[in-house]
């Protein structure tokens, strides 16, 4: 079984109207988002080590 088996599936999100949005807001808007990005990358790098973990047992 695959880890990611156990995570729960979304659909994808929708898209912001961005037509409303002043400079500040969007600029706020890509800043939010930016902080998100890393904060994935981060959560992927920690799956995948965990992952290396479990691989190595698995194939002594």
Same mark, same amino acid.
């Given at each position: 079984?695959?880890?990611?088996? #156990?995570?729960?599936?979304?659909?994808?999100?929708? #898209?912001?109207?961005l /037509?409303?949005?002043?400079? /500040?807001?969007?600029?706020?808007?890509? !800043?939010? #988002?930016?902080?998100?990005?890393?904060?994935?990358?981060? /959560?992927?790098?920690?799956? /995948?080590?965990?992952?290396?973990?479990?691989?190595? #047992?698995?194939? !002594?």
């Open positions: 079984m695959d880890l990611d088996d #156990l995570e729960p599936k979304k659909g994808k999100p929708k #898209l912001k109207n /037509e409303p949005m002043g400079l /500040e807001e969007l600029r706020e808007y890509i !800043s939010t #988002l930016e902080s998100e990005i890393a904060r994935t990358r981060v /959560e992927i790098d920690r799956k /995948e080590k965990h992952r290396q973990g479990l691989d190595g #047992l698995f194939k !002594s």
